[in-house]
Structures are given as structure tokens and as C-alpha cells.
């Protein structure tokens, strides 16, 4: 039996909201007693996780004072120390005080985008603080009920200008950070501007700094829009924009569940592993999920522990795909090339387009071709329930 335990290489982070989720939804009070930042912290050190992130108020609540930060940021400075966890990556909760109810950078108050602002850098200050090389932007409010509201252009120019802001604060102190845009389609706003990663991508292009600026997709949100995953990270890693990941799990059609990740799509999952494995993603695997409200804190390690051992798994799986005879068989029969249409690939030419259009296609042999799809993925169905 294979070792699926979690190590340092494997780079498997948690955000302090995750573990830490007391269990709380709309209709139910909370189950789990809330642990400090620094408890979390043992508590992933023990379940063997690699790094923690944080949004600011996630380590340092809001109305704090300054003797509650200076020993909040004692203790967890210590619990890093004392478990070697990292802190790769840092974002802004600009989505829970009532401030932000109208959203943060796209708000119709001037005063609350500029607060926005202010509380982005203090942010980005202290992740920078713990080292964070990656800096997530998600956008949880930033959208409207009532389209009556905003100007849906004056949103993205709201949206663009600060983010040019915010890119020229950690150029200005040499923070050496890139941000990620994180995508969600609603929820908890009616819709949320900038819905997928695909709406990202095309937003990055529009910046002053694009190179500083890539995506962190999550499993649940594309799921929330009704979409491919895995092809999603791979137009952002194709893109060289896959700068971080969100792994949860999430059935269609439903509101955000952030299940543990492999949780309801485990052929998802195992597509999605595949491509990141197979182009050596060497970014964090983010588990931005959380255990059942059902649970207890031994509960929420067993979740902790699933998201790592059902991923190293389904790495094990992508390898025993990739070095199965008949599957790769297949796949180099589905593949053949026997050059014939060399000729009429790659750049265009003016003879290219002429020799192309002179030939004649037999259209009825192409459309009789059985592609042995079926029997394709039959055997990737029984290599995933272990039958190969
Ligand atoms: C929700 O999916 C969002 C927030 O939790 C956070 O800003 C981001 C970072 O993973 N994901
Ligand atoms: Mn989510
Ligand atoms: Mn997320």
C-alpha cells in the first residue's frame, strides 16, 4: 500500500477560515468552539499541512487593539515556529463588516472604496509580514441585487483602478508579491462582477501591471457557473496565470458548499489532479474548504487529512493512468498522425490557404470513424474504482 502522507513537498495549505470555520450557516448557530489562530495552526501542524493563509481579520479581528495584535501575533509567530508551517499566501476580508455591504473597490460610496484601499495595503502589509508571496483578491461582494444600481463599465473601471493601485503599492515597497483574482458567479452578492476565471483572464489583460497578475481558481465557484474545471485552469495555466489554486468540492446547482476536496466529483477531481501533475504545477494546493457542521475538531482533522489523502491518491491514479499499456495505447491509436496533413498546419501562407482548398475531403470517411471513447474512459472508470 502506497504512503498518502501529506509532506512538506506536497505544498497543501489551508486558510485559517477553513479549519477554523465554527460551523456557523444561515440557518444554524455555530457547532465548534472558535480557535485561536495559533491553536489552527498546531492543528494543521499535526495533520501535516505545509502552510496557512490568512485574511487580515482571520489573525487580527477587526476592532483589536494593539496589545490584542501584539500577542495574537506573538502566539502565532511561536506556532509557526514551532510546526515550520508557511504562510504562502494572504488576502483582505473586504466582505463581512457591514461597511462592505455594498461591496469594497466597486462600491457607490467614494469613501468606502477608498477605505477598501487603506485596508487592502494594511493587509497586504502584514502578509508580507509572514512572507506571503501570493495575494488573493476575491471579490465576495463586489456585485449588485439590482443591476438599477451600478453601471456595470464604471464597476470594471473601479475594479481596474484599484487594482493598478494596489499593484503599485507593493511595487513601491518591494514586496516582490503577485496577486490572484479569484472568480465566483454569486453569494453572496445576487451576482458577482467578474463571475469565472475566464472573466479574469480577460480583465488581467486590461491592467497597467498584467504580469504581477494571475488567477486562483476554486473548484466550487466554476462548479457554481456550471462549468468544466479543469478546463479553466488549463486556459489560466496555458496562460502562465495560474499563480494559486482553491481545491474544494461542489455538486452543480447548488450554493457554495466548499466540501472537502474529491467529496462529490471524484472524476473531476482526478482530471484536474492529472493536468496539474502532469505540468508540474509548482504552486500551493489551497484547500478552501471545511469540515461538515456536523463535526468536532477531530472531525475537521479527519476533513484536513481527506483533502490531502484523497489528492495524493488521485496523484497515484494520474501516474498508474499514464503508465497503463492499453490506456496509452488508445490514446496513441485516438492520436495517430501520418503526416498527411502536414503540410497545412502551422502559420498561414497564401499558397497554405491555396493547396488547402484544393484538396478533396472524403467527408463521409471522417464521419465513419469509431473514436473508442467508450472504451477509453470505461477503463479510466475502472482504473479510478481500482479494478486495473
Ligand atoms: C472564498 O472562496 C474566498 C475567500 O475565502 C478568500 O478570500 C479566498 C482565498 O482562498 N477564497
Ligand atoms: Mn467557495
Ligand atoms: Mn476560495
Not at 31 to 49: D, F, K, Q, S
Not at 205 to 218: K, R
Not at 232 to 251: C, P, R, S, T, Y
Not at 252 to 275: I, P, T
Request: hydrophobic share 40%; charged share 25%.
Amino acid at each position: 500500500m502506497s504512503n498518502y502522507e501529506p509532506k512538506a513537498e506536497h505544498k497543501f495549505t489551508f486558510g485559517l477560515w477553513t479549519v477554523g470555520n465554527v460551523g456557523r450557516d444561515p440557518f444554524g448557530a455555530p457547532t465548534r468552539a472558535t480557535l485561536a489562530p495559533h491553536e489552527l495552526v498546531y492543528l494543521l501542524g499535526e495533520v501535516g499541512a505545509y502552510g496557512v493563509n490568512f485574511h487580515d481579520n482571520d489573525l487580527i479581528p477587526i476592532d483589536a487593539t494593539t496589545a490584542e495584535r501584539d500577542q495574537i501575533l506573538k502566539d502565532f509567530k511561536k506556532a509557526l515556529a514551532d510546526t515550520g508551517l508557511k504562510v504562502p499566501m494572504a488576502t483582505t476580508n473586504l466582505f463581512y463588516d457591514p461597511a462592505f455591504k455594498d461591496g469594497a473597490f466597486t462600491s457607490n460610496d467614494p469613501r468606502v472604496r477608498a477605505y477598501a484601499l487603506q485596508k487592502t495595503m494594511n493587509a497586504i502589509d502584514l502578509g508580507a509580514e509572514f512572507g506571503a508571496e501570493i495575494y488573493v483578491f476575491w471579490g465576495g461582494r463586489e456585485g449588485t441585487e439590482s443591476d438599477a444600481t451600478k453601471d456595470p463599465i464604471e464597476s470594471i473601471k473601479r475594479s481596474r483602478e484599484a487594482m493598478n493601485f494596489l499593484c503599485e503599492y507593493v511595487q513601491d515597497k518591494g514586496y516582490g508579491m503577485k496577486f490572484a483574482l479569484e472568480a465566483k458567479p454569486n453569494e453572496p452578492r445576487g451576482d458577482i462582477y467578474n463571475s469565472t476565471t475566464g472573466h479574469m483572464l480577460a480583465f488581467i489583460e486590461t491592467l497597467d501591471h498584467p504580469e504581477m497578475v494571475g488567477v486562483n481558481p476554486e473548484v466550487a465557484h466554476e462548479h457554481m457557473a456550471g462549468l468544466n474545471f479543469t478546463h479553466g485552469v488549463a486556459q489560466a495555466m496555458e496562460a502562465g496565470k495560474l499563480f494559486h489554486i482553491d481545491l474544494n468540492d461542489q455538486a452543480f446547482g447548488r450554493y457554495d458548499q466548499d466540501f472537502r476536496f474529491g467529496m462529490v466529483n471524484l472524476k473531476s477531481a482526478f482530471f484536474l489532479v492529472k493536468l496539474l501533475e502532469d505540468n508540474k504545477y509548482d504552486g500551493n494546493r489551497h484547500y478552501d474548504a471545511h469540515a461538515f457542521r456536523t463535526e468536532d475538531y477531530e472531525g475537521v482533522k479527519d476533513f484536513a487529512r481527506g483533502c490531502m489523502r484523497t489528492y495524493l491518491i488521485l496523484k497515484e491514479k494520474a501516474e498508474q493512468f499514464n503508465q497503463d499499456a492499453e490506456i496509452q495505447a488508445l490514446l496513441a491509436e485516438i492520436n495517430a498522425d501520418d503526416g498527411a496533413m502536414d503540410a497545412y498546419k502551422g502559420a498561414y501562407s497564401a499558397d497554405k490557404a491555396a493547396a488547402l482548398k484544393a484538396v478533396d475531403f472524403d467527408r463521409a470517411a471522417l464521419g465513419a470513424r469509431g473514436m473508442k471513447y467508450e472504451r477509453l474512459d470505461q477503463l479510466t472508470v475502472e482504473l479510478l474504482l481500482g479494478v486495473r
